[in-house]
């Protein structure tokens, strides 16, 4: 493989390692598609209902580990939950927080907001500002289904309906 190359016009040599790495990133429809529908799965075997607005599921995992996971908003096609780990020995930063919105009629769960930064768009450019990765969002879902899966098979009890 050639690493370096002149060119032409301008005699200049291009590094093209370096135009590969400035590739934009270009998330995979069915993967995405197959791990929100995971995630749906995996939210629908942790919560009974999840069509009611303003409720709210404290799970407890263990003695020292606590989620919650409110219903913040409900509508026929979508629900839009918070999913928070709340520890008592852990500054808040530092436990994970994200926002899912659940579309019932496609059957898919989709972490829309993590850790409070705002809408995530399917691809970053990178290096960027705020130091996203190019697959930010994809990791987001990932890490949603990691956590639901653990949670899944500790078999969460729960701890209070409000």
């Not at 993967?31 to 009611?52: F, G, S």
């Not at 994200?98 to 059957?107: G, I, P, S």
Request: proline letters at 4%.
């Amino acid at each position: 493989m050639v690493f370096h190359e002149q060119n032409k016009t301008t005699g200049a040599v291009a590094d093209q390692v370096t135009s590969l790495m400035q590739r934009k990133y270009v998330p995979k429809l069915a993967t995405m598609q197959a791990l929100c529908e995971l995630n749906y799965a995996h939210v629908l075997k942790i919560l009974p209902d999840c069509d009611t607005e303003a409720l709210k599921y404290v799970f407890a995992v263990g003695d020292t580990l606590t989620y919650e996971i409110r219903i913040i908003e409900s509508s026929r096609y979508t629900s839009t939950l918070t999913v928070q780990q709340t520890t008592k020995d852990m500054p808040a930063y530092l436990t994970p927080s994200m926002t899912v919105r659940l579309y019932h009629d496609a059957r898919m769960a989709e972490v829309i907001n993590s850790q409070n930064t705002g809408a995530l768009a399917p691809s970053y450019d990178y290096p960027n500002i705020k130091m996203r990765q190019r697959n930010e969002k994809q990791m987001v879902n990932i890490f949603l289904a990691e956590w639901l899966h653990f949670c899944l098979s500790l078999k969460p009890k729960v701890a209070s309906e409000a």
